[in-house]
Each structure stands twice: as C-alpha cells, then as structure tokens.
C-alpha cells in the first residue's frame, strides 16, 4: 500500500505530524518501533513524570500543610505501588486514547522498527522477526532520543538508572544522588524528596536549571533546599559503581583534584539525551546530519533530501514535546503547500517542581550578552492574596520589556501554576504586546496571574500597587 506520508515515530511530534496530515487529506501512516503509541513523552516521560509528581505533593502537603489548614490525620504514609498504580493507569488512558486519535483519523499504524530501504520505501522489523514493506510518498523523522549516560557511570537499570527506572522505584528510597541539575533530574528528584528520600544533586555548572533565567534559578533552587533536597554546584562525577542494594558515587571538585564519595540507594543520571537516529538507514538515502547526530534540516524542517523533513528531538533547538508538537503541524502544512510559521523565541519553558518554574523569550542574561536595553519588573508571590490563602507564597514573576519600545522581551516565573500561567505571556507576545498592554489587562481577583499584571505594572514605571 502507498501512503502520501508516513511518520516514523508516534510521540507528540510524530503523532500530532500525522492528525494534521490526515485533516489536510493525506493518506497517512505510522510507524512505531514499540508496542505502544506516544514515544517518551506519553509513556516514560512528561505523562507518568507528572501523576508521581502530582501524587507526591499530595502527600507532602498532607504531611506539611493540613495542619494549619485544620485538617487533622493519622496513619498518614506512603503506599508506593499503588502510586506507581496509578501512574501506569494514567498512562494507559493517554496511550489508549491515541490509539482512538489513529482510528479517528485512519491514520494506519505499523509497529515495528522502520529503517529506510530508500527514499520511498520503508522495511517495518516486526517483534515476531517478520518484515513489512511501506511505500511512501514523503515522510518525516520524528524518532525522538534517548538519556545520555557516560560508560564511567557503568548504567546497569538496576541502581544507576535513567529517568526510565525511576518511574518504576516502588520503594521510597533512604538516599538518591541525581547527576544533573535539569529539568528532569529536578522534577523526579523532587517527588523522592517530598517522599522522605535525601536527595543529593550534583551538578557541572554554578547554578541549577541552568537554560533558564537567573533569578528563577535562584528561586527554585531556594524552595527545593527546604524540602530537603542538598546540592554540590560546581562539581562532577568522575565515577559510578553499583552493588546489589546500593551505589557508591565519587565525586569531585570542578577545576580541583578533590574528591569525595556519597553512598545511596539509586543514581539516576540525568545530564541530557541524544537523538535517537540510530539504525534509520539514513545513510543509505544520504540524510546528513551535524556533529551531535541531529538530523540537518532547512526553516521547513526539510533534509537535504527532499522528500524526508525532520521534527522534535531529533534535530536542533530544545527538546520540548510542545515544540515537536508545533514542528509536526508546521512540516505536514508545508508538505500541504501552506506556510506556516514558529517563533522559536516564543516556545515556552517549564519545569514541574513545585513551585513550578516558566519562562518564554529572552533571559535577562540573554538580554545583557546582546546589548539590548531592558527594564524589569518583578512581583513576590508572598505579597498576592491568592497565594497566602493557598499557603503558595513562594516564588515570583518577572517581565522584561524593552527599555524605549517596552515591548515585552521575556517573561519567567517561579510560583503556583506558572505552567499555566505562562500562556498568558506567550499570547501577549506573539502579538508585541507591550508591559503596559499586560498591566493594563483585568485580572480576575483573587487569582496568581494577578501576580503578572503586578509584575507588568512594574516593569511600567515601578507602578506594581501591592508591593
């Protein structure tokens, strides 16, 4: 059977690539190497990362917060496989109603590894060693990557685990050391944190989530001490060794030959992930690729070759399943004849903490390197009424806006539902919105995005009210 397109991957990028291709009227397949749909995100990623880190700030609040709020228990504790229970259930419904999307839109879908035979045609390695042929008109790479994990790590699955292992821990553990302090090492470590587990971070650079703004790396790493979590800033693992019951980390001074070993129960590395490309036959059809791996692809996620496009984590740009997602649209438009369009400046960032920590545009840090002149207004969290009734006080919104134009330049945020809020600020800019077209908006009260009107207000000559 011959498809106009075909997707090799099924995750946010992949799939949303082949609905949109599908509502453009395209005959279009899928091919996803394992038996599930919805690659990392959906499956050992975004989706289960949040039901544990939801399931245990409710514990941690039951522990730390009810009683101020009246509410009095006893017995409280953890019952770690049911949360991992639920975590799977909740993976289930989101796979389970992708499978539906496929059917709504017949999409078909072939499960296996697709490796390129040539530019047209596509061999599918089922897992019970049979082979499928796809033919096709175009296709697009949306295969996605896979953790990083140095062979001086000694990454066994058992004790020196990926993000993959650590969703499945169904034992609170006594001690965790995550190398890495990014988003996905934070976000996990966090939910051991909040469910007694000593948490030591080690990390390469001088400050945590370190793509993100100053201050919000400030902020977050200040609310994440007082759960109880430690950081070593400025150092590196230079060794990892496994037992059967627990892992011995050696760790050393950055620019210094002084080291020193943590004990634990786990590792869980988290200092990045590569492209997943392997295997693809992408030599065979002569797709080029630059020096990380990634896959070379023009402003329409075009290869060299010209009927294969590129989307997500497998080629430049940050590894976010909302960027693959908007990447998916805009290849299968162009592929339609359309031109669409990203702002890549404009693709929100988001780590789950909590407080969770938001941010779109540019950096104040951005905006010294580039000379370019900026105000800022900040707005504390602690001062809006919303969050003490909540008891969420910690955190802050910052707006940066051009000095002379006050074009809204970049927003970030540490507090409640900054990953919510922050589409508020992703909306004003994509329309150049100014700070004072932000503070000059109604805002429900009580409400948090009060707390980004305040920052706008101040960011407009210093004219923030509650503070």
Known sequence: MKYDLTVIGSGPGGYVAAIRAAQLG??????????????????????PSKALLDSSEHYHNAREKFEMHGIELKGLKVNMPQMIKRKNEVVEQTVGGLNFLMKKNKIDVFHGHGTFVDAHRISVA?????MEEVETDKVIIATGSKPIVPDAFNYDKKRVITSTEALNIDK??????????????????????????EVEVVEFLDRIIPGMDGDCSKELMRALKKIGMKFHLRHAVSNVEASKNSVAVTVRKRDSEEEFQISADYCLVSIGRRPYTANLGLDKVGVALDDKGRILVNDHLQTNVENIYAIGDVIRGAMLAHKAEEEGVLAAEVIAGQKPHIDYNLIPGVVYTWPEVAGV?????QLKEEGIPYKSGKFP??????????????GMIKVLAHKETDEILGVHMV???????????????EFRASAEDAARMSHAHPTYTEAFKEAALAATDDRAIHV
Do not use: H, Q, W
């Not at 969290?381 to 910690?394: I, P, Q, V, Y």
């Not at 990953?419 to 600020?425: W, Y």
């Open 26 to 47: 395209m005959k279009t397949a899928i091919i996803e190497r394992y038996n599930t749909l919805g690659g990392t995100c959906l499956n050992v990623g975004c989706i």
């Open 126 to 130: 089922k897992e019970d060693g049979s």
């Open 172 to 197: 609170v553990p006594k001690r965790m050391v995550i190398v890495g302090g990014g988003v996905i090492g934070l976000e996990l470590g966090s939910v051991f944190a909040r469910l007694g587990t």
């Open 361 to 365: 545009g540019k950096t104040e840090e």
């Open 381 to 394: 969290f602690k001062a809006l009424g919303r969050a003490r009734a909540s008891t969420d006080t910690e």
């Open 415 to 429: 507090g409640p539902r900054t990953a919510d809020i922050i589409a508020e600020a992703v909306a004003l800019m």
